[in-house]
């Protein structure tokens, strides 16, 4: 209980009141003591102006202070203070507590000339400062006066804290309470469960954040679950021809002659090939790709891979042309890794151009990276393919036949090739007109010209 939102809130609503209130008791308190304090400073100073008065009028009556220690004694009294009379010489003549009286007057005390018309200053009267009780009346006064009105006060701020609390809290918890039972149906599993929510704050922007989430997760999922159907589909077909040509020779029905063997070895190499392409791309995904990067010319690297693929393409009738600018700065590469790059993209688009089409690889300096581009005149690819078309095993042809594209790991490979290198790679597609795919690969900054 102490841990829930619903506390906290109460709590905190509670705890503001509470300094609230002691706050303006606080306040109020203080503005009446200094009220309090201005009040007995001008009742002492009216005191002591009647005073002086009337001992001026005394004296000037009696010619001298014979006779003044009981009015002194009954004024000490009545006004709570202690009063000293001393006369012109500064011996004390009156002491309302009747302890000076013939005595010196001290000098630390400060006092007020008493003069008459016609001798002048025939003595001085000192009051001590009264105690004042300032600080406890004015808590007295303001306990009784408004004391009841902050606790009745308190007592509603109270409930209405519990009322908003209530209130708030519901509206606050409601999404929390939803991405809490929404996270446990996705940790088991169900990766079709989104927050809904029309809040426009941070609890709102944190269940769209919270949905992007789970539709990654059910992406992710997705592929995970097509990569292993599509791991054990590809990884059947060369092992099902294999075991039907064993089945075969064992059988009778197929000698074991070099056509056959051949074939045996055409599909062990596939499926070879297969397994070194899902783990290189483990590797690759997991950033431990081994490579060796040093400064290459990227022209150098783009011819050979052109010369090597030109085979494929003239038994095609596919133009293979480049298009490399003098001058090109070298690259911080891998040769051989950039090299596997190339002949995917070539091989892909060498395969998705008809015959009489053209592939063009080409080369530009831009800043401080080398953008290479491949570019057919091939048929294009859907944009609805667009934004899957480097996930693994995907294949814009959904037949499978390896004719029209291997078994989908190329391009994949390719751009965690080049991600591997901190380059970055794209496709522009328009169908029925072909594909442009671009990469960009860094430039040393102390050869950049």
Same mark, same amino acid.
């Given at each position: 209980?102490?841990?829930?939102?619903?506390?906290?809130?109460?709590?905190?609503?509670?705890?503001? /009141?509470?300094?609230?209130?002691?706050?303006?008791?606080?306040?109020?308190?203080?503005?009446?003591?200094?009220?309090?304090?201005?009040?007995?400073?001008?009742?002492?100073?009216?005191?002591?102006?009647?005073?002086?008065?009337?001992?001026?009028?005394?004296? @000037?009556?009696?010619?001298?202070?014979?006779?003044?220690?009981?009015?002194?004694?009954?004024?000490?009294?009545?006004?709570?203070?202690?009063?000293? /009379?001393?006369?012109?010489?500064?011996?004390?003549?009156?002491?309302?507590?009747?302890?000076?009286?013939?005595?010196?007057?001290?000098?630390?005390?400060?006092?007020?000339?008493? @003069?008459?018309?016609?001798?002048?200053?025939?003595?001085?009267?000192?009051?001590?400062?009264?105690?004042?009780?300032?600080?406890?009346?004015?808590?007295?006064?303001?306990?009784?006066?408004?004391?009841?009105?902050?606790?009745?006060?308190?007592?509603?701020?109270?409930?209405?804290?519990? #009322?908003?609390?209530?209130?708030?809290?519901?509206?606050?918890?409601?999404?929390?309470?939803?991405?809490?039972?929404?996270?446990?149906?996705?940790?088991?599993?169900?990766?079709?469960?989104?927050?809904?929510?029309?809040?426009?704050?941070?609890? &709102?922007?944190?269940?769209?954040?919270?949905? *992007?989430?789970?539709?990654?997760?059910?992406?992710?999922?997705?592929?995970?679950?097509?990569?292993?159907?599509?791991?054990?589909?590809? *990884?059947?077909?060369?092992?099902?021809? /294999?075991?039907?040509?064993?089945?075969?020779?064992?059988?009778?029905?197929?000698?074991?002659?070099?056509?056959?063997?051949?074939?045996?070895?055409?599909?062990?190499?596939?499926?070879?090939?297969?397994?070194?392409?899902?783990?290189?791309?483990?590797?690759?995904?997991?950033?431990?790709?081994?490579?060796?990067?040093?400064?290459?010319?990227?022209?150098?690297?783009?011819?050979?891979?052109?010369?090597?693929?030109?085979?494929?393409?003239?038994?095609?009738?596919?133009?293979?042309?480049?298009? *490399?600018?003098?001058?090109?700065?070298?690259?911080?590469?891998?040769?051989?890794?950039?090299?596997?790059?190339?002949?995917? *993209?070539?091989?892909?688009?060498? #395969?998705?151009?008809?015959?009489?089409?053209?592939?063009?690889?080409?080369?530009?300096?831009?800043?401080?990276?080398?953008? #290479?581009?491949?570019?057919?005149?091939?048929? &294009?690819?859907?944009?609805?393919?667009?934004?899957?078309?480097?996930?693994?095993?995907?294949?814009?042809?959904?037949?499978?036949?390896?004719?029209?594209?291997?078994?989908?790991?190329?391009?994949?490979?390719?751009?965690?090739?080049?991600?591997?290198?901190?380059?970055?790679?794209?496709?522009?597609?328009?169908?029925?007109?072909?594909?442009?795919?671009?990469?960009?690969?860094?430039?040393?900054?102390?050869?950049?010209?």
């Amino acid at each position: 209980m102490t841990h829930s939102l619903q506390f906290r809130l109460l709590a905190a609503f509670t705890l503001v /009141i509470l300094v609230t209130i002691g706050a303006v008791f606080f306040f109020i308190n203080q503005a009446t003591q200094n009220e309090i304090r201005q009040f007995e400073q001008r009742a002492e100073e009216t005191h002591a102006s009647r005073m002086q008065f009337e001992l001026s009028v005394y004296y @000037s009556r009696q010619g001298n202070w014979n006779g003044i220690q009981p009015y002194i004694e009954q004024w000490g009294n009545l006004y709570g203070q202690r009063i000293t /009379i001393a006369d012109a010489n500064g011996t004390v003549v009156a002491d309302s507590q009747n302890l000076l009286v013939g005595m010196p007057c001290p000098t630390n005390m400060t006092g007020r000339p008493l @003069s008459v018309p016609w001798e002048g200053i025939v003595g001085t009267l000192y009051v001590a400062p009264q105690s004042s009780g300032a600080d406890l009346t004015s808590f007295l006064i303001v306990y009784q006066s408004m004391g009841r009105f902050f606790l009745w006060g308190g007592a509603l701020a109270a409930v209405m804290a519990l #009322v908003v609390t209530f209130l708030l809290s519901r509206r606050i918890l409601s999404p929390v309470r939803a991405l809490t039972l929404t996270s446990s149906r996705l940790g088991q599993g169900d990766f079709s469960q989104r927050v809904q929510t029309q809040d426009k704050g941070e609890l &709102g922007e944190l269940a769209r954040t919270f949905n *992007l989430m789970a539709g990654d997760l059910e992406r992710a999922e997705k592929l995970r679950r097509n990569l292993v159907a599509d791991t054990a589909h590809e *990884l059947r077909t060369p092992l099902s021809n /294999i075991q039907g040509y064993l089945e075969a020779i064992r059988d009778g029905v197929v000698q074991p002659d070099t056509a056959t063997i051949n074939s045996i070895h055409e599909e062990v190499i596939l499926l070879s090939r297969l397994i070194d392409d899902l783990q290189e791309l483990a590797l690759a995904e997991a950033g431990k790709l081994n490579m060796v990067r040093q400064a290459e010319n990227i022209s150098t690297i783009i011819n050979q891979a052109v010369a090597a693929m030109q085979p494929q393409a003239s038994a095609k009738g596919v133009s293979l042309l480049t298009d *490399l600018p003098d001058g090109l700065p070298l690259c911080d590469i891998d040769s051989h890794r950039i090299s596997q790059v190339l002949r995917n *993209l070539m091989d892909n688009a060498v #395969v998705h151009t008809p015959e009489g089409g053209t592939v063009t690889v080409a080369a530009r300096h831009q800043d401080k990276w080398i953008e #290479v581009s491949v570019t057919d005149t091939g048929e &294009g690819i859907p944009a609805e393919d667009l934004p899957n078309i480097f996930e693994r095993f995907y294949r814009v042809d959904q037949s499978r036949a390896r004719a029209t594209g291997g078994h989908g790991l190329g391009l994949t490979i390719a751009k965690r090739l080049v991600e591997a290198h901190g380059g970055k790679i794209d496709v522009q597609s328009e169908l029925g007109k072909g594909s442009r795919f671009t990469f960009t690969l860094p430039v040393p900054e102390l050869i950049i010209p």
